[in-house]
């Protein structure tokens, strides 16, 4: 579906299994989006992974899947550059 056209604002507080969703919604529109994202499903979606220097030390990338919250937030500023990530007080 597509947002009505006054939004300018996509906002997801604890969405759950919509987290990713929003944020491409927001990226597809152009529409600025805030999201406070809460659990990663890992399980739900095995496929989404990450760019991660390996260990060997030979300056290559190796893709890891995401298993934690860091790598969700990681996988999430992943998908545009303008993404920034800010910490509430």
Known sequence: SRPIPTTTLLLGLHPDECT???????????????????CLFSYLNPSRT?????DGGDGKDEEVPVRD?????????????????????
């Open 20 to 38: 990713e969703d929003i944020l491409d919604a927001a990226l597809e529109h152009n529409l600025s989006v805030a999201i406070i994202p809460c």
């Open 69 to 89: 919250y860091n790598d969700f937030l990681q996988y999430l500023l992943d998908k545009d550059e303008s993404l920034q990530l800010a910490t509430l007080p």
């Open 50 to 54: 990450i760019r991660r220097s390996s």
